[in-house]
């Protein structure tokens, strides 16, 4: 009887494990808004080296590597962490790499010539995610609560926290497929789109720097969060796919 309940014990570990990714429908709704914004050539070029799959495909590969130990030394490139009062690069950067400096790496390697091909299509799968963790604001945050992780709320009467909340539970009970959720995304202008993509990723970390001090104030420690919550925020998560999507339609687009 005690073995059984050993089992379950580590069984229920397994499964709850804190393992926190931008959901997985999220990263696949923004490698599909850029697959529709990349240039032919850039599309052309891109097919071939993903062997004719698309960028919402690829999206999750980085974090489903995790689980391999002798890809270790790329958990750090998920997300980076600095306080809330400072830009990326006023404190000197984590040793173990962060966000910027992974996407930093993966652009280097896909533009260099005498890059082979098995690593132009490694770095290409890490970028298409990378590039959506630097949109889920939670993945740009502090380091003394782990980007919210040590922020314990209960979603719906279950137990979560605020990295999950913006991870998972909002996108996941919103219940739409990735292409579902792609194309019911706020229709943009071009000009809308232009504006979007301004800027680079210096730009666009210290934006999500800035949504992300935001959120810290969204919740009390311990706070019930039920449909309310999702009102106030659904449509900011929404944007931060359309945002992460067109701009790594632009880094792409730049690349090939
Ligand atoms: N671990 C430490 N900081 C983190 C963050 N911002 N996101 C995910 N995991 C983390
Ligand atoms: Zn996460
Ligand atoms: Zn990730």
């Known amino acids: 009887m ?3 309940i050993l089992l379950l014990f580590f069984a229920t570990n397994l499964c709850f494990s804190n393992n926190p990714v931008w959901s997985k429908t999220g990263h696949r709704v923004i490698g599909e808004v850029a697959q529709e914004n990349l240039t032919k ?3 052309k070029a891109i097919a071939e080296l993903l062997d004719g799959q698309g960028l919402a495909a690829v999206s999750n590969f980085a974090d489903l590597i995790k689980a391999d130990s002798s890809y270790r030394k790329f958990s750090a490139w998920h997300y980076v962490n600095y306080p809330a009062n ?3 690069g006023d404190e000197p950067p984590s040793k173990e790499g962060d966000l910027i400096l992974g996407i930093e790496k993966c652009v280097e390697i896909i533009r260099n010539q005498n890059s082979s091909k098995a690593d132009k299509l490694f770095y290409l ?3 298409v995610h990378l590039i959506g963790d630097l949109h889920q604001p939670m993945h740009v945050s502090r380091l003394e609560d782990k980007g919210g992780n040590d922020i314990q709320v209960r979603w719906f009467n279950k137990g979560s926290n605020l990295h999950r909340v913006w991870d ?3 996108v996941d009970d ?3 497929s990735y292409t579902e959720l792609a194309s019911t995304l706020p229709r943009l202008s071009k000009a809308e789109k232009k504006a979007i993509q301004k800027g680079d990723i210096y730009d666009w970390v210290e934006e999500s720097h800035d949504l992300a001090n935001e959120i810290y104030g969204s919740v009390e420690m311990g706070e019930k969060l039920y449909y309310r919550y999702s009102y ?3 449509a900011t998560v929404e944007i931060q796919l359309e945002k992460g999507g067109l701009r790594l339609a632009k880094v792409l687009n730049n690349l090939f």
């Open 86 to 88: 400072k830009k990326y």
């Open 41 to 43: 050539k850039a599309a």
């Open 2 to 4: 005690k073995k059984w």
């Open 168 to 170: 998972s539970n909002m």
């Open 232 to 234: 106030d925020w659904f």
């Open 125 to 127: 799968k890490m970028l």
């Open 174 to 176: 919103y219940g739409m």
